[in-house]
Every structure is written in structure tokens, then in C-alpha cells.
Nanobody, 127 residues
Framework: QVQLVESGGGLVQAGGSLRLSCAAS????????MGWFRQAPGKEREFVAA????????YYADSVKGRFTFSRDNAKNTVYLQMNSLESEDTAVYYC????????????????????WGQGTQVTVSS
């Protein structure tokens, strides 16, 4: 049974930082590329970042580029999203997701590409 469990969300002031983690189990972690998505109230789920199996390739939404860093530790079956210079617009539930394949598919920003999802962790940025 595949499980993705996010943690690290919380309440932070604008300009602050948070680090999200996503621990995976029940799969061969290094066979999966990973993604982070977020969903704010009343909005569609949107792509945040993606990473290849090795961590050698990362991709970011324009809205977070330069502020967020996506990394992974295959020995720990865990991915991380370091979020700096947080803005109120970053407030959302953040989800990690896994897609089978050592390389990211061309349509990696689309949620339908991903096979497994976590339950999400709330990030709230106060202005």
C-alpha cells in the first residue's frame, strides 16, 4: 500500500520560511519522480514544483521560482520543499504526489500525470 505523508505546514508571517516534508512508503521511491501541488480555497489545484528521481532536475512554477527549493533524499524515501520569502498568496493546502518513471513526463505540471497523492498539509501565511 503506497502512502505519502506530508508534514511541516503551519502558520507563518509573510517573509518567513517553512520546510515541508513528504515521506513515502510502499513503493520503490527511486523509481518515481515527485511533485508538489497546492490548492487554495475556491481554486483549482495548481502545480508548484517537480523533481526527477535523482534530484538532478527540478522545475518550478513561475510564482515560486527563486523562493522555493525542491529536494529529495532517496535513502530516506523523503522529499522536501523549502519555502522562503513566503507571501499571503502562498496560503493553501500543499500536496505531494508521485509519478512512476525516472524522468518527469513532459506534462509534469498536470495533476492527472501523478499516480499517488498525500493527504495534504496546510500552509497559512499571515500578512
Amino acid at each position: 500500500q503506497v502512502q505519502l505523508v506530508e508534514s511541516g505546514g503551519g502558520l507563518v508571517q509573510a517573509g518567513g520560511s517553512l520546510r515541508l516534508s513528504c515521506a513515502a512508503s510502499g513503493l520503490i521511491f527511486s523509481n518515481y519522480a515527485m511533485g508538489w501541488f497546492r490548492q487554495a480555497p475556491g481554486k483549482e489545484r495548481e502545480f508548484v514544483a517537480a523533481i526527477s528521481w535523482s534530484g538532478g532536475s527540478t522545475y518550478y512554477a513561475d510564482s515560486v521560482k527563486g523562493r522555493f527549493t525542491f529536494s529529495r533524499d532517496n535513502a530516506k524515501n523523503t522529499v522536501y520543499l523549502q519555502m522562503n520569502s513566503l507571501e499571503s498568496e502562498d496560503t493553501a493546502v500543499y500536496y505531494c504526489a508521485a509519478t512512476v518513471g525516472v524522468v518527469l513526463p513532459a506534462n509534469y505540471p498536470r495533476p492527472t500525470v501523478y499516480d499517488y497523492w498525500g493527504q495534504g498539509t496546510q500552509v497559512t501565511v499571515s500578512s
